[in-house]
C-alpha cells in the first residue's frame, strides 16, 4: 500500500470499536436496570409484606379485644340477671314469710274470739235454758199457750214443781200447832180450822211467789240471752275484722309480689336493653376499627405497588432517554467517523495524483 493509504486507511476498524463500546455501556445499563428493577420489586414485596402483617396483626387485636368486651358485656348481663333474680327471690320470701307470720297471727287471735265465745256461750246457755222452761211454765200459768188443760195441770201440779211450798207449809203448821197447843186446843176442831184458813190464804201467796220466781228465772234467762247474743255480735264483728285483715293481708301480699316481679322484669329488661345497645355500639365501633384497618391496608398496599410502579416507570423512562442518548451518540460518532473517512480518503487521492505527476 502506499504512504497515504497507510496513513488515512478506511475507518471501519474505528466504527466497530464505537459499536462494541456502545453494546458493553448498553449491556452495563441492561444490568443496572435489572438490578435496580429487582431491587425496588423485591423491597416492595418486603413492604406490602411487612405493611401487610402489621395490619392483620392489627386487626387480629381488634377481633380479640372485640370478644373479650363483648364476653365481658354478656357475663356482665349474666351476672347482673342473676343478681336482680336473687334478690327477686329474697324479696320475694320475705314478703311471704311476713304474710306466713300474719296469717298465723290473724288465725291465733280468731281462734282467741272463737275461745272467748265458746266459753261465752257454755256460761251463759245454762242461765238462757232455764229462762226458757221459766217463761214457758209462767206463760202456761197465764193462759197465753192458748190451752185451758196445760193452765189447769199446772195449777194441779204447780205444787209439786214448787220445791219451797211444801218447806213454807211445814214451818208455817209447825208455828199455828205450837200456838194451838199453847193455848191447850192440842188437836181440836179450832187447831184443824186454823190450819185450813192458814194452808188456804198463803196457797194464794205461795202461788205469786211461784210465778215471781218464775219471771224472775225467765228475765234472769232473757237478760243472759241478750248478753250472749252481744257477745256473739262483737265476736262476729271481731271475726269479720280478722277475715278483713286477712284479705287486706292477702291482696297486699299479691300486690307486693306483682311488684317483686314487675320491678324484676323491668330491671332485667332494662339490662337486656342496655346490653343489645352496648352490643351493637361494640360491633359497629368493630366493623369500623376493622373496616379502617382493610381500607387503610388496602391504601397502604395500592401506595406502594404505585410507588413500585412509578419507579419502574422511571427507570424505563431513564432507560430509554439513556438508550437514545447512547445510540445518538453512536451515530453522531459514526457520521464524524464516516466525514473524517471521506476527507482523508480525498486528501490521499490527491496526494496520489501529485506523486504521480512528480514520478514519486
Known sequence: MGLFSTLFGDDSGARDELRRAQAAAQKRLDAARAEAKGQITTSTGQAIGT????????????NQGYDTSLDALTQGLTDSTQTL??????????????????????????????GAAAAGRSLAQPYIDSGTKANDLYNTALGLTGSPEDAAAFFDNYAANDPFREYNAELA?????????????????????ALSRANLERGSTDLNNYLERLNNVATRGLQASDSLAGREQNAGAQTAGVFGNIANLETNTGNSLADIATNTGNNVAGLQTGFGKDSANLSTNHANQVSGLEVNKGTGISNL????????????????????????????AMAQSRANSGIFNDLAQAAGTAMKAFAL
Open 305 to 332: 405497588q404505585l410507588g413500585q410502579g412509578n419507579a419502574l416507570a422511571n427507570i424505563a423512562l431513564n432507560s430509554g432517554d439513556q438508550d437514545a442518548a447512547n445510540r445518538l451518540n453512536l451515530g453522531n
Open 51 to 62: 405493611l401487610g402483617s402489621g395490619y392483620d396483626s392489627a386487626i387480629d387485636t381488634a
Open 85 to 114: 333474680r336473687d334478690a327477686e327471690t329474697s324479696a320475694t320470701n320475705y314478703v311471704n314469710q311476713g304474710a306466713d307470720a300474719a296469717r298465723t297471727a290473724y288465725g291465733n287471735a280468731n281462734d282467741a274470739i272463737e
Open 173 to 193: 203448821n209447825k208455828a199455828i200447832i205450837q200456838a194451838q197447843n199453847a193455848a191447850g186446843m192440842k188437836n181440836s176442831g179450832r187447831t184443824d180450822l
